[in-house]
């Protein structure tokens, strides 16, 4: 499995980014796909998930109302838009996947990461 985020970049409070996440060798499961983050000095941060089905999604409550995850499984993609941006959502975001079957959902345990992709917000 290999998943590849970008579309990150450098933006003023307030602006909007959308970022993507191409996956490949996505095969013979179901796999629910979501975005952590990681801001200098700081821990791991949960972002979003959304289902293999894309009918459930989750949210940290510190991106509720800004954030909005979508996927296009023909496209093998996933997206978040990010609307409203403020400073502390600085950090480098990472795509993550993991088969619906492996409880990740729930736990919060994503097997699969890429590579992150750098978001900067400017006071």
């Known amino acids: 499995v290999q998943l590849q985020a970008y579309g990150g970049g450098m933006v003023q409070a307030g602006d909007s980014l959308r970022l993507s996440c191409v996956a490949s060798g996505l095969t013979g499961s179901n796999y629910n796909m979501g975005w952590f983050r990681r801001a200098p000095g700081e821990e791991r941060e949960f972002v979003a998930a959304?289902?293999?089905?894309?009918?459930?999604?989750n949210y940290a409550d510190s991106v509720k109302g800004r954030f909005t995850i979508s996927r296009d499984n023909a496209k093998n993609t996933v997206y978040l838009q990010m609307n409203s941006l403020k400073p502390e959502d600085a950090a480098v975001y990472y795509c993550v996947a993991d088969p619906d079957f492996s409880g990740s959902w729930y736990s919060y345990e994503y097997h699969y990461w890429g590579h992150g992709t750098q978001v900067t917000v400017f006071s």
């Open positions: 959304i289902k293999w089905t894309g009918s459930d999604t």
